[in-house]
């Protein structure tokens, strides 16, 4: 039996789910503009194990959305479970953020890009096939009508994360494409970690840290 927290705080999204054996049990999500993710955390974790009759020693594994995102919002997580982890000896399980999102598509294609919007009109970007093996690995590209036109075919699906992006991707875009808004959540992230802690992929606490993508607008 697997029984895993999963967290994830890379945006202004502040969501955890707790699943037995890659199968959900409980789940929290809210969204939060002023990232009070800390606050969220603790309690919703506290009612979450609390429901379940649990404490954070009965768990086999952490596991979090390791970015790119928002600075703040990855600290925080990484602060909260890497202090769940510590005390009992918990595996920490580590999910890139971009693979999450392209993780919430219901119907996978052989080239799905998923797309996160930082500042402007840079987006952190990676390319996953049908099995989610990273096709593009993340990075951070200023994308304008040009670079998604050479990108993208009939067979690609783009997966944003707000309606912001949806928007700004649909008007760049003169070619027939799948274009999805979704969220990136905790519940997306059921699977990948069962599969993680199946395969015995687990991260090193004391040196892991959240996945920050050099920024080329940024000396």
Do not use: W
Request: aromatic content about 10%; overall charge negative; charged content about 20%.
């Amino acid at each position: 039996m697997s029984l895993i927290l999963n967290l994830e705080t890379s945006s202004k999204n502040c969501s955890v789910s707790l699943s037995s054996n890659g199968e959900l049990v409980s789940h929290f999500e809210m969204e939060d503009d002023k990232y009070r993710h800390s606050e969220l955390l603790t309690s919703s974790i506290q009612d979450i194990l609390s429901a379940n009759n649990l404490n954070t020693k009965d768990l086999d594994a952490i596991s979090i959305g390791v970015g790119p995102g928002s600075f703040t919002g990855l600290r925080i997580g990484f602060s909260v479970a890497k202090g769940l982890c510590y005390p009992n000896k918990t595996k920490l399980i580590g999910i890139p953020t971009l693979k999450i999102l392209a993780n919430s598509l219901e119907s996978k294609t052989d080239n799905i890009i998923s797309l996160i919007s930082d500042k402007g009109n840079y987006f952190y970007l990676s390319k996953y096939n049908f099995k989610l093996e990273e096709l593009i690995p993340p990075k951070i590209e200023l994308i304008d009508e040009k670079f998604l036109n050479n990108l993208v075919d009939a067979s690609t699906t783009i997966v944003v994360n707000s309606e912001s992006s949806y928007l700004y991707i649909k008007e760049l875009l003169n070619k027939k494409f799948n274009l999805i808004k979704s969220q990136i959540s905790s519940s997306n992230m059921i699977d990948l970690s069962y599969i993680s802690f199946k395969n015995n992929i687990f991260e090193d606490l004391a040196y892991t840290e959240p996945m920050y993508v050099k920024k080329p607008y940024v000396s």
